[in-house]
């Protein structure tokens, strides 16, 4: 009788034991520079970890709460949000009721890592196993990015759009470029393009189109379209307007997008506010899309670096106490009834389910095989996540990997909350069918596409007083809030020109609806 093959658990590298890099708080250059030296030979030929170039940028607590201001980007225009989040941020900080972030990370070629000067060698070793090369490899591999980010343009794009949003406030006054750009913001997550192919992002031409456009569109508003016969028949009619909706691409789903190439009363400068403003949600798209799965490789592989740099001698048992400190408060995930209880942490969830991915690689148990059976046992823990980081984004991720295990450790269970119920149910615990309950329910939760209300498009009364028609596909029941949804068309209506009405829609039906009108002082 042949006995079934099974696969030993990969023991560690052996390393030779060297000299520590560095023995203290203090660092300097040099130190950085062999630092690097040392994480990036482990990270190349241990974890096969494939990079942009590093460029390493240090900057002080100051500059760090500017970048904080202006989403995570040093480099990027000037607006009167980014100056409220700086005075906010500066205030808790400076109050201690506040922490920085040790590092941030562009997603470019070279990539840009920026860390704060007041760090210690310790942190300054960890934030580079972290960001130059944890996210670093997820940004150049991860099929997201490829798809819809340009990483050898967006440095010189986003040096473009400021200089051009600098050069509008000179020439058209800093209250007419903040009346777009605050309309446009308020407008950024209804500007992406959610599927891949349908417009290429290429931030090289983008940068080069500093003239002015002629909006094509404004021809179809022209005054012929109110000349059309009110006694037409209503096959007429019905076939005018899907010709219409055809001419103007909708139903559309990116809203900036609309705007720009159809708003009548924008003038060309004004279309190339809104087109910054879209294309810089397009760059973010991804980071949306990949929260769990970005930070889980960042953290996975700053532990095993740091580890195997402690285990060959080249940081001392100090250094790698300081570690484990920041990086338990890092993955900490506090219980549902703790007052720091601020939802799923996604790096505690992402690092827990690489871990586990490796484990199950490596040394599985028979949940384990009968879950996962094209991988369990394999023996390459770093191959799998290699190609997980590269082939998944944070939902389908969790749909494909979150195990038994790891829904345990971390407690999870799902409950459903019906309106029409008096009690909330448990609907899903710890057996067979209740694992895979919560692994599909979890996953919807970082779906962005169910994070962000369906809004698109749906029609433009052109023979009529212009006004703009969207629809909001209601899922699970959920509506729109009546005061959020009032100021976000508001902005609309006055990058639009003329009044908009948004109509949610529940199984056919027309279940709310919302108006409004732009102002008199928009221009």
Known sequence: MARAKTTPPVAAPTTAKREPLFTGRDWDFNLLD?????????????????TYPNQIEVISSEQMLDAYASTGMPLFYKHWSF??????????YRKGWQGLAYEIVINSSPCIVYVMEENSATMQTLVLA??????????????????????????????????FVASCEDRYGQESVEQILDAAHALMSHGV???????????????????????????LFSDLWRTLPKTASRKKRDGEDERRRQMLGLPEENILYFLEKNAPRLAPWQRELIRIVRQIAQYFYPQRQTKVMNEGCATFSHYRLMTRLHESGQITDGSFMEFLH??????????????????INPYALGFAMMEDIERIAIAPTPED???????????????????????????????????????????????????????????????????????????RQFDVGRQDPDIQVADVDLAGDRKLILHHNVVDGITLDGKDAAKVLHHLANLWGYDVKLLEIEDGETVAAHDGSPSRAFR
């Not at 991860?142 to 340009?150: G, H, I, R, S, V």
């Not at 983008?206 to 021809?219: D, N, P």
């Open 130 to 163: 972290h960001a130059a090369f944890g996210h670093n490899h997820f940004f150049k591999n991860n099929y997201c990015f490829k798809q819809w980010t340009d990483a050898t343009s967006i440095l010189d794009y986003l040096s473009f759009a400021k200089k």
């Open 326 to 343: 920041s990086h338990t408060s890092v993955v900490f995930q506090p219980e549902y009834d703790d007052p720091r209880y601020s939802g």
């Open 34 to 50: 062999r630092v690097y030296g040392a994480i990036q030979e482990i990270a190349e030929t241990e974890l096969k970890l494939d």
């Open 369 to 443: 095989r009968a879950f996962f059976p094209d991988f369990a046992g394999c023996g390459d823990g770093y191959g799998v996540l290699r190609d997980a980081w590269e082939n998944f984004r944070d939902e389908s991720f969790i749909l494909q990997f979150l195990s038994p295990n790891v829904i345990r450790k971390q407690k999870l269970f799902r409950l459903v909350d019906d309106s029409e119920d008096d009690e909330i149910v448990v609907a899903s615990i710890h057996d067979e069918r209740g694992y895979k309950a919560v692994r599909q329910s979890l996953s």
């Open 83 to 92: 100056g409220k989040h700086f005075v906010r941020n500066e205030t808790l």
């Open 193 to 219: 393009h959610r599927y891949p192919g349908k417009h290429a992002l290429d931030l090289k031409s983008e940068q080069r189109r500093l003239e002015e456009r002629q909006a094509f569109a404004e021809k």
